[in-house]
C-alpha cells in the first residue's frame, strides 16, 4: 500500500486509509509526516540520552507535531523543509553530544539524505507498519497519536508565553520510547503518563488564555449577520484573534468566529470590540459551504481546515501550524511584533456583507471559573434533586451520519440532567432549546475542546464539595464524541483521572487493535456508544 493513515476517527472502514485520506491527504503528505515523525524519534533519543533539555527544541518538536495532525497541514513542502531543519537540528544535537553517540542508538539518529526523492523512498519504510507487532504498534501509536494533541496544546500556550520544560521533556522521552523493546506494561505506563502531561498542558494552556484574556463569562452570542463586509476567523489561536480585531478596529468590517473559535466570544478582553459581531456557521466539516456563503475572507488560524475549494481558495489564507498548497499564507511575528493581517483586511473590504445562513443566539461561557461562582446554586440544584444528572459530552464533530446520536441523545436526556461540553461537539446540540434548570441553562459549553480541563476541574471541586473519594462517584457520566488527536490527549487525561465507563463514538478508535482495546476496556470500562434510547438510561442509572 502506499500510505496508512489510522489517527482519525473517519479513517477508511475504521481501520486505515491506504490510498488517500478521508479528510483529504494525499499519499506523498501523510508519508512525508511520517518521515517527519521518524527524524522527530531520532532527535528525541539523542536528546534523551544525552539529559538535554533546550526548550528549543521541545518547541520544535511539539510544533512539527502539531504540522501532522488531522487537518491541520497539507502541504508536502511544510514538510519537507521541517524535515531538512529536523536533521539540521539532529546533526547539532549529535555534535554537542558526540560523547554520548554510540551503536546503541536507533537508526533514526544516524539515518540522513538530502533529496527530496530519498525522502520519499525513506518514508515508505518507517511508517506506523513498519512495526510489525500490532500490539507494540498499537500502544506506540496511541502514545504517538496522544502526543500529537499535547503538542498542538503546549504550541498554543507558548505562543502566549507559558512553557513547561516538563512537557517537553515528556515529548521527547515518550517519542525515544517507541524505538526501544518496552514490556507492555511499560507501555501502558507511558500512555497513562501522557495522561498526566495531557492534564497538565490544558492547565498550562488555560492559565495562559485566562491570563491573557480574563475568565470566560456567560455570553450570548449572536449567530446573524450585519450588513458589513466581514472576517471569518476559524481555528483555535485566541492570539492570532487579539491580533486580528486590533488591526481590524475602525476599518468598517465586522469580524466573526467559527467552529471552535466561538469561545473567543466569551473572554472579557475581546468584548470591548464593537466590530466582533458574532459567530458564523457551526463545525469544521460544513465549512465548504459556510465559507462559500460567507462571501469575505477566511484566516484559518490551526486545524480543522478541510481541502479548500476553488469558489473561495482566492479568499481563504492560513497561518501557524496550518496549511494548504496554494493557499496563501500568513508569517509567523518576527522579533516580539504582531502577524501582519492587512492583506486580508484590505480584501475584505471589497467584499460583499456574509449571506446570512441563521439568526438568533447560543449562549456559552461555562467554564470552570464561571462555574465555580454558581457553585451554590448547583451543588443546592443537586442536594435538592433539581439536578439528578451531569452527562459530558465534550469533543469533536465529523461528518458521518452516525454522529446524529449525539443529537438524539440530547433531546433524550431527562430534563433534571445537564449536559456540560467543550470542543465543536457542540454543535450537534447547542441550538436545541432544552431549556434549563432553575435559570441553569442545561448545555454548559465550557470552550473549546483544551477547555474540557475546565470541566475536569468542576468534576473536581464537585467532589470535594460533596467530600467523595472517588470522581466516579459524582454523578457524573461521560458520553465522548472524538474525531482528531487533541481528542484522544483529553481520552488520556480522563483515564489518568480514574475516570471509568465512559462511552466514545461514534466508533472506538481504528488504532486500538483488539489486545489493547482489551486492556483497556478491562482496566477502564471504555465502552463504545449504542442505542440512544438504552445509553441514556444506562447514564442516568450511573452505568
Known sequence: ?????????????????????????????SNLQDLLIYVLKGISSVAEAAGDTDPKTGLFIAQSLFTTITNANFDNDVFIARIREALKLREELKEKHADIINDDLPEAVFWTADSVGEFHAKALEVGVLSTANEDVRSLRELLIIGLKGIAAYADHAALLGHEDPNVYAFLTEALASTTKELSVDEMVNLVLKAGETAVNTMALLDKANTSAYGNPEITKVNIGVRNNPGILISGHDLKDMEELLKQTEGTGIDVYTHSEMLPANYYPAFKKYEHFVGNYGNAWWKQGSEFESFNGPILMTTNCITPVKDTYKDRIFTTGMTGYPGVKHIPDRKDGGAKDFSEIIALAQKCPPPTEIETGEIVGGFAHAQVMALADKVVDAIKSGAIKRFV??????GRQRSRSYFTEVAKELPKDSIIMTAGCAKYRYNKLNLGDI?????????????DSFSLVVIA???????????????PISFDLAWYEQKAVAVLLALLYLGVKGLRLGPTLPAFLLPNVAKVLVEKFDIKPIGEVKADVAAMMAGE
Do not use: H, W
Open 392 to 397: 459530558v459530552m465534550a469533543g469533536c464533530d
Open 438 to 450: 432553575g435559570g441553569i441553562p442545561r448545555v454548559l459549553d465550557a470552550g473549546q475542546c483544551n
Open 1 to 29: 500500500m502506499s500510505m496508512f493513515c489510522f489517527q482519525c476517527q473517519e479513517t477508511a472502514k475504521n481501520s486505515g486509509c491506504t490510498l488517500r485520506g478521508v479528510c483529504g491527504k494525499r499519499e506523498s503528505t
Open 460 to 474: 473536581l471541586k464537585l467532589k470535594e464539595i460533596f467530600g467523595l473519594d472517588d470522581i466516579n462517584d459524582l
